[in-house]
């Protein structure tokens, strides 16, 4: 805890000055470029891996960046979705996963989680996307190991459950909403994004023009 109290000392110091502009603006109100939902794992930080700033990203993180579909579970990620789309009026979503996802692992080995029933009920959102995944998504990467791919296939099956929302794929119709699937490397601080037309994964530079 010292550590995160000096860091609030810091932020009133240095930052918060710097941008003390910003901030009052933000007090009036949020637009936000993007929903960006992603993993709680500590090692993602979404502005910083998308050099933005406060009040640019409206973000939604879980265990496994799940989006449970419409209806199937009572946690606050419809609501979060709801407000994103209806009320700020966002345009895009994005769903991010990321190397090294413990989620992943443990899915992987799901008698790994006897002794931690919360996670395991968790990650039933987030079964094997083999014949689950729409058909139109294609196919993950190949040649990768086990849990890239889950990484991978999870992305594509949490975007295919974003779908069911009411909210979402009415502004799909609309064409007043676009999905984004990514997945972030820890170790190299690359970003692969899911290019539909050629269902795969490629370096996010490539695909997002």
């Known amino acids: 805890m010292k550590k ?16 003390r502009l910003l901030f009052e603006q933000l007090a009036e109100g949020q637009n936000p470029l993007a929903l960006f939902i992603t993993c709680s794992d500590s090692r993602i930080d979404p502005n910083l891996l998308t050099d933005s700033e406060p009040g640019e990203l409206f973000v939604l993180r879980n265990g496994g960046h799940i989006v449970p579909p419409y209806g199937a579970a009572n946690g606050g990620e419809a609501a979060t979705i709801e407000q994103a789309v209806k009320l700020l009026g966002i345009r895009d979503i994005i769903v991010c ?12 080995a799901p008698e790994s989680l006897a002794e931690y029933p919360a996670i395991r009920d968790w990650l039933r959102y987030a079964e094997d996307t083999r014949g689950i995944v729409p058909k139109d998504y294609g196919h993950v990467s190949q040649d990768v190991d086990d849990l890239t791919i889950a990484v991978e296939s999870n992305v594509l099956l949490q975007l295919a459950q974003l779908r069911t929302h009411p909210s979402v794929a009415a502004a799909i119709e609309r064409n007043e909403l676009e999905l984004h699937g990514w997945v972030y490397q820890f170790e190299t601080g690359r970003v692969f994004a899911y290019d539909f037309a050629r269902a795969r994964f490629e370096l996010a530079d490539a695909t997002i023009k």
């Open 97 to 108: 996963g990321h190397s090294h996802c413990a989620a992943m692992a443990a899915r992987l």
């Open 4 to 19: 995160l109290i000096e860091g609030i000392k810091n932020f009133q110091q240095g930052p918060f000055p710097a941008k």
